[in-house]
């Protein structure tokens, strides 16, 4: 059996696979709050209640962490995981367990869910773009997952779209989270009620800070002209870094996921919409086929998992 972890910036998620299978046979959550050693008795307290409840060995680990997780197991830079920075939590977990244990991001490792189990089966040259409280992405090209030198690929939400843009709290100036995730959609709808331009979303969240993009979803699925309009907007938004990514990519496929994808058909629809009218040539190229992860809050776990099982290799 093993176990796979998917460490963010609220909760650290487990869960204990069959990896010949992927059958899923316990889960566990903790906060993920505290430095680094404090989140380490958090994960070795997971692993010991899974062991002892399933009475199962472990063959190893796999760590799926939100941030710039190095192959070597020390997480270098986690902007949702700040007290993390430069901490060997792989390997300090290796250590206190005695197993195998492989480190990814956590975008990553939900990319490999989804190519093994999820939406992106039967694709070889796919990509999995996550859209939540940031934006997160993993691609696989020829069959093989993209890591990087580092482990670092995949940090797409971060590169620039808008040079002279707001400052991110990153620190990075328009970047493409800033515009395109489940935050920037609940700071447009604030900023269209602050001006009166979206009044229904008042009615709905009681005031304008209680605003979030599940109030803008809602809206849209009572079908709220103001709210569409704000939605093609923000649609238009997640196409201007989708089509960067076909550009250099060239995906067969793209996988959206995250907490946005409870929006379902319009989120889609919206962003297929706006695709090919951003893509160079977009007219010429084969449509890039775009549709909604399949495995949601597990993937990450269960990519890391699966991982680990074939030896990070």
């Known amino acids: 059996m093993i176990l796979g972890f998917d460490v963010g910036g609220t909760n650290a998620r487990a869960l204990l696979i069959d990896p010949a299978t992927g059958a899923i046979s316990d889960r566990d959550r903790e906060s993920s709050a505290g430095p680094g050693p404090v989140l380490l008795e958090t994960l070795l307290r997971m692993i010991d209640r899974m062991r002892?409840?399933?009475?199962?060995?472990?063959?190893?680990?796999?760590?799926?962490?939100?941030?710039?997780?190095?192959?070597?197991?020390?997480?270098?830079?986690?902007?949702?995981?700040?007290?993390?920075?430069e901490y060997p939590l792989g390997?300090?977990?290796?250590?206190?367990?005695?197993?195998?244990?492989?480190?990814?991001?956590?975008?990553?490792?939900?990319?490999?869910?989804?190519?093994?189990?999820?939406?992106?089966?039967?694709?070889?040259?796919?990509m999995l773009v996550t859209l939540g409280t940031g934006i997160g992405s993993g691609f696989v090209c020829g069959g093989r997952l993209i890591h990087g030198h580092n482990g670092f690929a995949g940090e797409s939400g971060h590169m620039v779209v808008d040079a002279n843009g707001p400052t991110h709290h990153t620190g990075q100036q328009g970047p493409w989270e800033y515009y395109a995730s489940g935050t920037a959609l609940g700071q447009i709808g604030r900023s269209q009620a602050q001006i009166?331009?979206?009044?229904?979303?008042?009615?709905?969240?009681?005031?304008?800070?209680?605003?979030?993009?599940?109030?803008?979803?809602?809206?849209?699925?009572?079908?709220d002209k103001e709210a569409e309009r704000i939605f093609d907007g923000f649609c238009r938004q997640v196409a201007v870094g989708l089509a960067n990514l076909v550009m250099i990519f060239d995906p067969e496929r793209i996988v959206l996921g995250g907490g946005l994808t409870d929006i379902g058909e319009p989120l889609r629809?919206?962003?297929?919409?706006?695709?090919?009218?951003?893509?160079l040539g977009g007219e010429y190229r084969p449509p890039v086929n775009i549709v909604m992860a399949e495995l949601g809050d597990d993937a990450g776990a269960l990519g890391a998992a699966l991982w680990a099982?074939?030896?990070?290799?």
Do not use: C
Not at 54 to 70: K, M, P, Q, R, S
Not at 96 to 122: F, I, K, P, Q, Y
Not at 213 to 222: D, H, I, M, N, Q
Not at 269 to 279: I, K, P, S
């Open 52 to 85: 002892k409840h399933n009475n199962v060995e472990l063959d190893a680990i796999g760590l799926g962490v939100a941030g710039l997780a190095h192959r070597s197991g020390v997480i270098h830079y986690s902007p949702n995981l700040p007290e993390l920075i």
């Open 91 to 126: 390997t300090e977990l290796a250590e206190r367990t005695g197993l195998d244990v492989v480190v990814m991001n956590d975008a990553t490792a939900a990319t490999w869910a989804e190519g093994r189990l999820g939406a992106g089966r039967g694709s070889d040259d796919f």
């Open 196 to 223: 009166g331009l979206f009044p229904s979303a008042l009615s709905l969240a009681g005031s304008v800070a209680a605003i979030t993009g599940f109030t803008v979803a809602e809206a849209l699925g009572r079908g």
């Open 269 to 279: 629809a919206g962003t297929a919409r706006w695709l090919d009218t951003l893509t």
């Open 309 to 313: 099982h074939q030896g990070g290799a």
